[in-house]
């Protein structure tokens, strides 16, 4: 016989192969797999979806104590939506648990069908994971950005650019991380598990019961199926350890704002509200405050609600410097005030009236009694 078909031959009987298998213990070890399986991602969800809600409280009391601006409270829906999600994803695509006796065919399609599930999970990860809260800190950086822009708008702008491209490759190392996981652990399981399904499909009357099962190529014949990704203990620590980062970023760059120190000057020897219009004292007669330095009084108003929320009066009373110098127009030493008699329509111009502690000491000293005697 020549060479060739020798080759021929040997090529010949090497498609022929098959490998027998006792369909219990491959039934066993699929449902094995399977089991494990869904404990990694069982773990992985419940880390995310619980560190997610424990970012809630956190987010709420570091805005509280840091005074930060409205947008930091944009992260709070953001951390709903993701706990949400995750959890509806696993209603949605919940399988039922395998019973001992169940065909090897069904175990194998249920296992591929979690398997594509996880694909297209993390595969869509940009959409539902990584773009919400991209877009809610990008607003909070633009915000703060905004407000010390009295410094210049150059360094306002080079502070921005940092903190979103600082964010961009936080965000682009995530994604391809995931999409690694796809590419390195999950197609090479769905590629596994085809394999087998087709073999089954082919060699089987169609559920597997049987008790000896010659499949061909089978790629399960002289190894387990590997984990899908890192062990439960290594996502949970590894999303943590992302959460305190995070945290620990945002939390330095409010303080470094607050940092800047303001002189705590006024213009006012008082001032009280009549709804969101302030009543200055000047002397001793009370005005109606019409603008400061050419700035209408509702626009001053408007601006401390926006960055201030709940302390926009507060900021108004003893902190008019900050207030002012955020909004772009910081003051000098004196001002001019446009004010209106409260006996008449009459206005008057009062100009280099000096911004002094002694004011500002006394708007805090009577905001404190009143605070005091409130029940």
Not at 35 to 54: K, Q, S, W
Not at 115 to 135: A, G, K, T
Not at 208 to 237: V, Y
Request: neutral net charge; aromatic residues 10%; glycine residues 4%.
């Amino acid at each position: 016989m020549a060479p060739d078909e020798f080759q021929q031959a040997w090529q010949a009987q090497s498609a022929q192969t098959r490998v027998t298998i006792d369909a219990d213990l491959l039934r066993q070890e699929v449902q094995r797999n399977q089991l494990n399986f869904r404990a990694m991602i069982f773990y992985r969800d419940f880390g995310e979806v619980l560190v997610a809600l424990l970012l809630i409280p956190v987010w709420f009391i570091l805005g509280a104590r840091t005074s930060s601006p409205w947008t930091w409270y944009l992260t709070v829906p953001v951390l709903i939506w993701m706990a949400g999600f995750m959890l509806v994803y696993r209603i949605r695509h919940r399988q039922k648990p395998s019973e001992p006796d169940e065909p090897l065919l069904h175990c194998v399609q249920r296992s591929l069908t979690e398997v594509e599930d996880q694909i297209w999970l993390l595969r869509n990860i940009f959409w539902w994971y990584i773009l919400p809260p991209s877009v809610s800190i990008l607003a909070f950086f633009a915000q703060i950005s905004w407000l010390s822009r009295s410094a210049g708008w150059l360094p306002a702008l080079i502070s921005f650019a940092v903190l979103a491209g600082s964010l961009l490759a936080l965000n682009v190392f995530i994604y391809f991380l995931n999409q690694r996981a796809v590419r390195l652990q999950l197609e090479p399981r769905r590629q596994e598990l085809l394999t087998l399904l087709s073999s089954l499909e082919d060699e089987t009357t169609g559920d597997g019961t049987g008790k000896q099962i010659p499949l061909p190529g089978l790629p399960f014949a002289e190894k387990r199926l590997q984990p899908p990704c890192a062990s439960p203990t290594r996502l949970i620590i590894g999303l943590v350890a992302f959460a305190l980062i995070m945290l620990f970023l945002v939390f330095m760059i409010v303080k470094q704002k607050q940092r800047e120190e303001y002189p705590k000057l006024s213009p006012f020897a008082a001032v009280r509200w009549q709804e969101a219009q302030p009543e200055v004292k000047l002397g001793e007669e009370w005005f109606k405050l019409i603008a400061l330095d050419g700035l209408p009084t509702a626009e001053i108003v408007e601006f401390s609600k926006q960055t201030y929320g709940d302390k926009w009066q507060k900021r108004f009373e003893e902190d008019l410097v900050e207030l002012l110098t955020r909004m772009g127009h910081p003051p000098n030493d004196k001002v001019t005030l446009e004010v209106q008699s409260l006996n008449s329509s009459e206005k008057q111009i009062r100009k280099d009236v000096p911004m002094t502690k002694e004011n500002r000491s006394a708007i805090y000293k009577a905001a404190r009694k009143q605070n005091n005697s409130e029940p």
